[in-house]
């Protein structure tokens, strides 16, 4: 009895802090799956919810598999936002779910589909990466933008302030990264990475880049793969090729031994970063930062 009388007002406050009141916040709470898009969603909300990523930065969305904390989080959140595309691949059921009783904003389902890439006819075959093309990812958010206001009329003018400024940061970024690459392909260089995440970047800046696994990090490269490769780096002279933040390096490691085996000396340069933001406080901790980081590590290893 006495054991009872302890472990029942515990598991009360556990019930009281699971079920959070909505209507006692201060408030909203958006729920967004990734750390990238977690970024974009306050540049657009602002002060005016407070937004919250489901993934901590450096975790592998392909992989990702929701726990019951998460469960629990989506249910009690104003607010779900995510990528869409099989991007969160595990998670798919759980938003089909979500979508009869839970606010729901899936960022790309506005991007044209001509402007999406494919590695088959199957709908999860569709690259999701689409922030690789900053202009790409310009469109997500203002379609989020425009659903968040569907969503709060009242925050109108707020939002749309502030996505038209975040935008025009944007569109320096994708102008920058325009003039960076164009050195790169007078170099004759390529892009060359763990697994294909950036056939989009690739696409939007005309730069011809190689991934060794396929679209998702589930793929595993084979040895035709990795052959093929090697032979492409020597006879192109690339400098570089790149591992990935959130992905083990032991495949891309094996193409760098395999230049070696053939007397083509190779850096392997990064960590690039992917499928995450970097740390909260770390140079690419936001999404311009991630972009910037990337483009500036890219460039340097290849024209070096």
């Not at 909203?28 to 489901?54: E, F, H, M, Y």
């Not at 005309?206 to 492409?232: A, I, K, M, Y």
């Amino acid at each position: 009895m006495r054991k009872l009388l302890i472990i029942l007002p515990l598991l009360l406050l556990s019930f009281a802090c699971k079920f959070e009141n909505k209507n006692e916040r201060l408030k909203p709470k958006i729920v967004a799956t990734t750390s990238i898009l977690a970024d974009g969603i306050r540049n657009i909300v602002g002060d005016k919810a407070d937004v919250v990523s489901l993934m901590p930065a450096g975790v592998d969305p392909h992989l990702y598999k929701a726990s019951v904390r998460d469960l629990d989080l989506l249910q009690n959140a104003d607010l779900v936002i995510y990528h869409g595309l099989f991007l969160e691949g595990k998670m798919t059921e759980i938003f089909e779910k979500l979508a009869f009783s839970q606010n729901l904003i899936n960022v790309s389902e506005n991007i044209p589909q001509e402007l999406l890439l494919r590695s088959g006819p199957e709908a999860h075959s569709v690259d999701p990466h689409i922030w690789f093309d900053v202009s790409l990812w310009s469109l997500a958010l203002a379609h989020a933008s425009d659903e968040i206001i569907k969503w709060q009329p009242e925050w109108k003018s707020v939002v749309t302030t502030n996505t038209e400024s975040y935008l025009a940061q944007l569109a320096l970024v994708h102008q920058d990264n325009i003039t960076k690459v164009a050195e790169l392909r007078k170099a004759n260089q390529a892009l060359i990475t763990a697994h294909d995440a950036f056939s989009y970047f690739g696409k939007a800046y005309d730069l011809e880049v190689l991934g060794l696994q396929g679209l998702s990090t589930l793929s595993e490269p084979g040895l035709r793969d990795l052959t093929g490769l090697v032979s492409f780096i020597v006879e192109r002279n690339i400098h570089a090729v790149f591992a990935e933040q959130t992905i083990s390096p032991k495949a891309i490691e094996a193409v760098v031994a395999g230049c070696a085996n053939q007397n083509h000396e190779i850096k392997l340069a990064g960590p690039l970063y992917t499928d995450s933001l970097g740390a909260p406080d770390s140079p690419a901790g936001t999404y311009i930062g991630m972009v910037k980081t990337n483009v500036q590590v890219i460039f340097e290893s290849l024209t070096q």
